[in-house]
Antibody
């Protein structure tokens, strides 16, 4: 069974760029790899996903600031989010789906990112 | 697609039946509607996908139904561990979207 683990800084300054990595144990072939976030006490927000072939799809609300990339040689995928504000403070989850239109069937434990000076 | 869940909070007792609603701002194919359960401090867990198919290991007291813009998660014979937060999600249209959640609390 595929397992996922997020890693990255817990604290980032406003206007800076957040970089998170999701390490995947198990095969990355044929799946889609997704980032979701959840501000404290609030609902889930789909950030975007990337296919095994490396084709990304982003939420238009974040598209100008977000990049999702894949490194299959290291069995990981990454999220970069620039021009951070306090509104980007959230728990960030990585997750896996079987296709572009499939449910999120495996999740990482999540990592809290706080944007503050 | 905006998903609106109701009620925001549902107060029931163990052993009772819970009915959670998810209404979409436009029609969602039943193939692309899921429900997740989230315990405090934990990642969400997939409960139901394709409107009514239970994910692996999910007990049969959880069931899903609906079509078009109205979907329902039903939990029969509530257990103490069921009193957490539930989210619906549509994954057929981009961007994928979630409802704001329903918190199930012990009465």
């Amino acid at each position: 069974q595929v397992q996922l683990q997020e890693s990255g800084p817990g604290l980032v300054k406003p206007s800076e760029t957040l970089s998170l990595t999701c390490i995947v144990s198990g095969s990355m072939s044929s799946y889609y790899w997704t980032w979701i976030r959840q501000p404290p006490g609030k609902a889930l927000e789909w950030i975007g996903h990337i296919s095994y072939s490396g084709s990304p799809n982003y939420n238009p609300s974040l598209k100008s600031r977000v990049t999702i990339s894949l490194d299959t040689s290291k069995n990981q995928f990454s999220l970069k989010l620039n021009s951070l504000t306090a509104a980007d403070t959230a728990v960030y989850y990585c997750a896996k789906t079987r296709g572009a239109r499939s449910p999120l069937d495996s999740w990482g434990r999540g990592t809290l990112v706080t944007v503050s000076s | 697609i905006v998903l609106t869940q109701s009620p925001g909070t549902l107060s029931l007792s163990p052993g009772e039946r819970a009915t959670l609603s998810c209404r979409a701002s436009q029609s969602v194919s039943s193939t692309y509607l899921a429900w997740y359960q989230q315990e405090p401090g934990r990642a969400p867990r997939l409960l139901i996908y394709g409107t009514s198919t239970r994910a692996t290991g999910i007990p049969d007291r959880f069931s899903g139904s609906g079509s078009g813009t109205d979907f329902t998660l039903t939990i029969t014979r509530l257990e103490p561990e069921d009193f957490v937060v539930y989210y619906c999600q549509q994954y057929g249209s981009s961007p994928q979207s979630f409802g704001q959640g329903t918190k199930l609390e012990i009465q």
